[in-house]
């Protein structure tokens, strides 16, 4: 299952730019990115000045909020906590490092991939920019015939998904469909398959198929616990579940760390010295995840050693009224039903109603800049998206988690 597409590596020292403070007002900086954490190798970069992947990264986290709000819709284990920054962030963190050159992006475009020497990642079986190369097997039953475990299966998905149930079980050999490189509903796929893999891990061991698994009990030992372990490791473990797959030894390793764990053992797990220098890149890529969020976030990060420890000053401005236009465009491509009539796509006034009383419930002006760097104003974004989803949810009487074994 690893994605390596994406990676672009030489052996020179990691370098880099970290700018001085800026205007609250003003998105500044860059997101440094492709690197193998402690073996010297390069980077590429996203330049922040200017904004022109302002509205590409709202859009990655609105699709991470989503992730996280599926995950606490998941009625088997109510009330997990998990470290909301990591979780929200690796959809965006996980085209950092799987898309070849994210830094071709231009704003005027909905596409992605804009360039031609990018397509590689829309290729047979690829999954599109993200590298979601598992989209159209059901994860529980094994089979490429959806049963229930696929994306297709996902009401708010399927009707933009480019493939049908009926076509589903050829789709595996079949070119990434185009809507996988558009910039407001590529990124909820990813959301969907992360959490339609902690959902498969979690019935795989037991039930109807009642597989032996190297993961079980100590994945739903790891779950149970989370729910009194506040920011708990719940990404770390889906990201290797995603990039080495099920059966590799990161899960099983990460659960059995999880069914015990303490706030000691979250610090452990988290800490970057834990993979400093290795050269696995399944053992990499879910603190790679990080360190691209704690770049973009501030947070101290390692550059040319452990101890050599530097904290980055970007800016990311979110302005409300542009996060408010990239959420409706973000919903349009969604769809709702309630199981039985026929799928339809979300509409501007659902989607700013929606938004518009999110921002009322948290108190945040219409006329805001929050900026995703500082800690407080990224805690309020985050929840005005999640409180927005939630509004969606109420207005049409469907969760976001519903699925269908119908073309809707």
Do not use: C
Request: charged residues 10%.
């Amino acid at each position: 299952m690893r994605r390596t597409l994406a990676m672009a590596l030489s052996t020179a020292v990691i370098s880099l730019t970290l700018t001085a403070a800026a205007s609250a007002q003003t998105t500044t900086g860059s997101i440094g990115f492709h690197l193998l954490l402690g073996d010297g190798s390069s980077e590429e970069a996203l330049t922040l000045t200017g904004g022109n992947y302002t509205d590409l990264i709202m859009s990655n986290m609105i699709a991470g909020v989503m992730y996280g709000h599926l995950v606490q819709e998941y009625t088997a284990v109510p009330g997990i906590q998990y470290n909301k920054d990591y979780l929200y962030g690796s959809i965006m963190a996980q085209l950092l490092q799987e898309n070849i050159a994210t830094e071709d992006y231009e704003s005027s475009s909905t596409l992605i991939d804009p360039s031609p020497d990018q397509q590689a990642v829309m290729d047979e079986g690829q999954g599109g920019p993200y590298q979601i190369n598992n989209y159209a097997v059901d994860m529980v039953a094994g089979s490429y015939a959806p049963a229930g475990n696929s994306l297709i299966n996902y009401i708010a998905v399927q009707k933009n998904i480019g493939y049908t149930m009926a076509t589903a079980a050829n789709q595996y050999s079949q070119a990434t469909p185009p809507s996988f490189n558009n910039k407001y509903y590529g990124p909820m796929l990813p959301a969907f398959f992360h959490y339609n893999d902690m959902v498969a891990l979690n019935i795989t061991g037991k039930g109807q198929y009642g597989w032996t698994t190297p993961w079980e009990p100590e994945y739903d030992e790891a779950l149970a616990n989370f729910v009194n372990l506040p920011n708990s490791f719940l990404d770390v473990i889906l990201n290797v579940a995603y990039n080495q797959g099920y059966y590799g030894t990161l899960v099983p390793q990460y659960s059995t760390e999880g069914a015990t764990a303490t706030e000691s053992t979250v610090a452990s797990v988290n800490s970057y010295s834990s993979v400093w220098g290795n050269s696995s890149t399944y053992a990499q890529y879910p603190y790679q995840v990080h360190y691209y969020l704690d770049q973009m976030y501030d947070n101290p990060i390692p550059t040319t050693s452990l101890s050599t420890v530097v904290t980055p000053t970007n800016h990311i401005i979110f302005s409300v009224s542009t996060l408010e236009s990239v959420f409706s465009n973000v919903f349009q491509t969604l769809d709702y039903s309630n199981g039985t009539n026929a799928a339809q796509f979300f509409t501007t006034t659902q989607a700013q109603t929606a938004f518009n009383s999110a921002l009322s419930q948290h108190g945040v002006s219409s006329s805001a800049s929050l900026d995703l760097s500082n800690a407080s104003n990224r805690a309020t974004i985050f929840a005005v998206i999640d409180s927005a989803i939630g509004n969606l949810e109420s207005a049409v009487g469907m969760k976001f988690n519903s699925t269908t074994l119908s073309q809707l």
